[in-house]
């Protein structure tokens, strides 16, 4: 990292770099091999009082294969769970003194803007039904990944665009696509699949009766079947998402005598504040079925 000033304001300007980034398993059974990761940003230090408070960077990553089981996808799909739900209680139970801000010191949140953008060139997923390796059931395949999220005191807004997409049937006979994109060809062809998502508060004056809006577009797809390929599939989800994460109890208080206070730990906002309003939007340009 670096600094610099720019236009009078002092700006931190940082790089990161991964080259080859291996996962494997306990029993070294490659999960992602020789993947790049290039990070790069910058941020201004110390703004005037009054200005705005500016974080971005992007993250590029190169072509990602992933073999993962089902066993793979639950493992990961826990220690998320786990890492998103540990600060929780801690921070919505625990005693903060009141802030007191200085003069000198601009607003604390009200003006913070960050932008970040990811592309990956494209993400290949071979699902594996069983551990240890037992049987191959499809390869997923997504072309030119790329997001962008903005967030301010306003709102927040992320989209993720997929220019292609193809789920190869590896199910022999080999050779049939169970799902495809009919895109055309060129650099100025339309991206498969674009999902937008924009949260803003209710206290917001762009509120427009929701909070929360997701917004699904697709291009042309072109659909498959095979029996036995499906109902791997289906099996292959059904053992992630029946394998659920137990709720994590907290116990807090108790050292000195006093009662204890059992926390579950959950994502489910605050009933004090309101659930937040949804909106959903949709629409698909074609589909084509065989079946």
């Known amino acids: 990292n670096r600094f610099e000033a720019d236009e009078g304001e002092r700006v931190e300007r940082f790089e990161a770099r991964v080259d080859a980034m291996n996962l494997q398993d306990f029993s070294n059974y490659f999960l992602l091999e020789h993947?790049?990761?290039?990070?790069?940003?910058?941020r201004n230090v110390a703004p005037p009082i009054g200005c705005e408070r500016l974080l971005e960077f992007s993250i590029n990553v190169s072509d990602v294969v992933?073999?993962?089981?089902?066993?793979?996808?639950?493992?990961?799909?826990?220690?998320?769970?786990?890492?998103?739900?540990?600060?929780?209680?801690?921070?919505?139970?625990?005693?903060?003194?009141p802030q007191i801000q200085s003069?000198?010191?601009?607003?604390?949140?009200?003006?913070?803007?960050?932008?970040?953008?990811?592309?990956?060139?494209?993400?290949?997923?071979?699902m594996v039904l069983g551990s240890p390796v037992s049987r191959d059931i499809a390869r997923l395949k997504l072309q030119h990944v790329d997001a962008t999220y903005v967030t301010d005191a306003r709102k927040s807004r992320a989209v993720l665009s997929v220019g292609a997409l193809d789920l190869e049937d590896l199910v022999p006979p080999l050779?049939?696509?169970?799902?495809?994109?009919?895109?055309?060809?060129?650099?100025?062809a339309p991206d498969l699949l674009t999902v937008l998502y924009e949260f803003t508060p209710r206290d917001s004056p762009d509120n427009?009766?929701?909070?929360?809006?997701?917004?699904?577009?697709?291009?042309?797809?072109?659909?498959?079947?095979?029996?036995?390929?499906?109902?791997?599939?289906?099996?292959?989800?059904?053992?992630?998402?029946?394998?659920?994460?137990p709720t994590e109890e907290v116990i807090k208080g108790g050292t000195d005598g006093g009662e204890s206070e059992k926390v579950l730990v959950s994502g489910e906002p605050s009933s004090k504040q309101g659930s937040p309003r949804m909106q959903l939007t949709a629409s698909m340009q074609m589909l084509s079925a065989t079946l």
């Open 35 to 42: 993947v790049n990761i290039n990070l790069s940003g910058h």
């Open 66 to 97: 992933l073999n993962a089981s089902n066993h793979h996808v639950y493992l990961l799909y826990t220690i998320i769970s786990r890492l998103s739900s540990s600060g929780g209680p801690s921070a919505r139970h625990s005693k903060q003194k």
């Open 103 to 126: 003069p000198n010191q601009p607003p604390s949140s009200s003006n913070r803007t960050m932008k970040c953008q990811l592309a990956v060139g494209s993400v290949e997923l071979r």
């Open 175 to 188: 050779g049939r696509s169970l799902v495809t994109s009919n895109q055309g060809a060129g650099s100025d």
């Open 208 to 245: 427009r009766g929701f909070e929360s809006w997701w917004d699904f577009k697709f291009q042309c797809l072109e659909l498959g079947w095979n029996d036995t390929t499906v109902a791997d599939l289906l099996l292959y989800v059904e053992e992630i998402s029946t394998r659920s994460p």
